[in-house]
């Protein structure tokens, strides 16, 4: 059968519909309704036809620009991670351009030192978004210009991604402290296995809140942010020890305040710098990650050490 006797089946079959529906209907009626309904099918169809041929069986190379330029005309934060084998956010940035070659980035927030060196894979977590391929929260791209090698330090720039993942978020989850209040901390730059301290009684070098022990500055000091994983503080800049560097161990004694007992408990732990940074005019940002945490020897008082 061809394609006119195909059209001229389909309008007798219409035809027959139509009597059926209509049969007050001259012929001539039918005939043209007929056609019309037969005319319009057509059309839907080509319509049908059309879109499916446009559609791509799968995301088009522009999908290199489409999420980075999603990202930055949301305004969305991405994270960036410190390094390949290191999953802790360095630095939170905002996409300020998004081409299919170069990703223009300006920092927002330091958490950590970005360990990642131009030339290298960088990658880059955000808040997760629907593709035609399933959900994504991260793209990996290559590190064109650092804040530190670069021409502004405040700014990253990344060749165009390479790939999009669906990774799990940060271990530990960061809480602001927006009451100083109910947290106190005792700090020591030293390591519990090499110094002779006996913390339990020692004066901090750094204190925050009631373990002011160097007059009105400490009481400046304050804790950021805490998680499972450590915490930030804000410090004073001449209480910071001269021999306080990144990776420097420290020794600290946090107490919280348990809110059903009424009462602040203490909790030891072992750690080391992870970052300094310029913080709020005349104040350091120490970043702290916690490698140890310790219990109290009811007999002998002293402190028993078990690694994170």
């Given at each position: 059968?061809?394609?006119?006797?195909?059209?001229?089946?389909?309008?007798?079959?219409?035809?027959?519909?139509?009597?059926?529906?209509?049969?007050?209907?001259s012929p001539d009626q039918l005939r043209m309704i007929g056609g019309t309904l037969l005319g319009l099918s057509a059309l839907i169809l080509l319509f049908i036809g059309l879109r499916l041929l446009r559609r791509p069986r799968h995301n088009p190379p522009s999908t290199r620009t489409g999420i980075p330029r999603t990202l930055q005309h949301k305004g969305a934060v991405v994270d960036m991670l410190a390094g390949p084998d290191d999953e802790s956010v360095a630095v939170r940035c905002v996409i300020t351009a998004a081409k299919s070659n170069k990703i223009q980035c300006e920092i927002i927030?330091?958490?950590?030192?970005?360990?990642?060196?131009?030339?290298?894979?960088?990658?880059?977590?955000?808040?997760?978004?629907?593709?035609?391929?399933?959900?994504?929260?991260?793209?990996?791209?290559?590190?064109?210009?650092?804040?530190?090698?670069?021409?502004?330090?405040?700014?990253?720039?990344?060749?165009?991604?390479?790939?999009?993942?669906?990774?799990?978020?940060?271990?530990?989850?960061?809480?602001?402290?927006?009451?100083?209040?109910?947290?106190?901390?005792?700090?020591?730059?030293?390591?519990?296995?090499?110094?002779?301290?006996?913390?339990?009684?020692?004066?901090?070098?750094?204190?925050?809140?009631?373990?002011?022990?160097?007059?009105?500055?400490?009481?400046?000091?304050?804790?950021?942010?805490?998680?499972?994983?450590?915490?930030?503080?804000?410090?004073?800049?001449?209480?910071?020890?001269?021999?306080?560097?990144?990776?420097?161990?420290?020794?600290?004694?946090?107490?919280?305040?348990?809110?059903?007992?009424?009462?602040?408990?203490?909790?030891?732990?072992?750690?080391?710098?992870?970052?300094?940074?310029?913080?709020?005019?005349?104040?350091?940002?120490?970043?702290?990650?916690?490698?140890?945490?310790?219990?109290?020897?009811?007999?002998?008082?002293?402190?028993?050490?078990?690694?994170?």
């Amino acid at each position: 059968m061809n394609l006119q006797e195909l059209l001229s089946s389909a309008e007798e079959q219409f035809e027959r519909l139509i009597a059926l529906l209509l049969p007050d209907a001259s012929p001539d009626q039918l005939r043209m309704i007929g056609g019309t309904l037969l005319g319009l099918s057509a059309l839907i169809l080509l319509f049908i036809g059309l879109r499916l041929l446009r559609r791509p069986r799968h995301n088009p190379p522009s999908t290199r620009t489409g999420i980075p330029r999603t990202l930055q005309h949301k305004g969305a934060v991405v994270d960036m991670l410190a390094g390949p084998d290191d999953e802790s956010v360095a630095v939170r940035c905002v996409i300020t351009a998004a081409k299919s070659n170069k990703i223009q980035c300006e920092i927002i927030e330091r958490l950590d030192v970005l360990r990642t060196k131009p030339g290298h894979d960088l990658v880059c977590v955000f808040a997760p978004m629907k593709t035609r391929k399933g959900r994504i929260n991260s793209f990996t791209a290559t590190l064109m210009e650092s804040d530190r090698a670069g021409r502004e330090t405040d700014r990253l720039v990344l060749a165009g991604p390479t790939d999009y993942a669906l990774i799990p978020r940060r271990k530990h989850q960061r809480k602001r402290v927006a009451d100083q209040q109910f947290i106190r901390v005792k700090l020591w730059t030293a390591s519990p296995q090499d110094s002779d301290l006996t913390f339990e009684d020692a004066a901090p070098q750094i204190g925050v809140n009631s373990f002011a022990t160097d007059g009105p500055g400490q009481g400046a000091n304050a804790v950021i942010n805490i998680s499972d994983g450590g915490l930030g503080l804000s410090v004073l800049n001449r209480l910071v020890p001269e021999t306080c560097t990144v990776s420097t161990p420290v020794v600290i004694n946090l107490f919280m305040f348990n809110f059903r007992e009424k009462t602040f408990k203490p909790y030891w732990y072992a750690g080391e710098v992870r970052t300094l940074e310029d913080g709020r005019p005349g104040f350091t940002r120490m970043g702290i990650a916690f490698t140890a945490t310790a219990r109290a020897d009811g007999d002998s008082g002293r402190l028993h050490w078990i690694a994170l």
